[in-house]
């Protein structure tokens, strides 16, 4: 397993591969991404074409960052294309991740390292020098529409206040 977590920036979701501790949240995704690389880790833009917590408006940080997610299996197929074709145009490591809510959805869409690895650092590694790709699944509309309607609903049961 690759040790991670999804951060909060102002201006997306950034994922930190290989980091010991949390980054700082809601800082800039460029800040973000070189404390990240400070701490021993990768960053890799989450999601990017996401209309809600994605770094679209942003990507021009990608000299920050080792690569992007350009398949997560709670993204509309169009968005994970767009992003996979922005990631082949720039040269960046793809990434795939299943965005796992509930357990039944882990393993729906991976990041397939073709190299053998033998721990963390030839993971990340392979991230760094762009040696990755995404496979598996998009989410469908009705999957999308019904993930809006329960997060809508606990967005409502927290008094409208974000994650």
Known sequence: LLPGVEVSTRDGHL???????APPRHRDLETTADWV??????PVIAHPFR???????????????????VRN???SAAANRRA?????????????GSDVH??????????????????VDD????????????AGASMSFGGRLGLLVSNGAKFVARGLRPV
């Open 37 to 42: 690389r400070d701490h021993g880790g990768e």
């Open 73 to 75: 299996a709670h993204n």
């Open 51 to 69: 209309w809600r917590h994605g770094a679209g408006g942003r990507l021009t940080a990608v000299a920050h960052v080792a690569g992007i997610e």
């Open 84 to 96: 996979e074709e922005w990631a082949e145009l720039r040269h960046l490591a793809a990434r795939g």
């Open 123 to 134: 993971l990340l590694e392979a991230i760094r020098t762009g040696r990755t790709r995404a």
């Open 15 to 21: 994922l930190a591969y290989g980091v010991a501790e």
């Open 102 to 119: 509930v357990l039944a959805d882990v393993g729906r869409a991976v990041t397939v390292f073709p190299d053998p690895v033998a721990g």
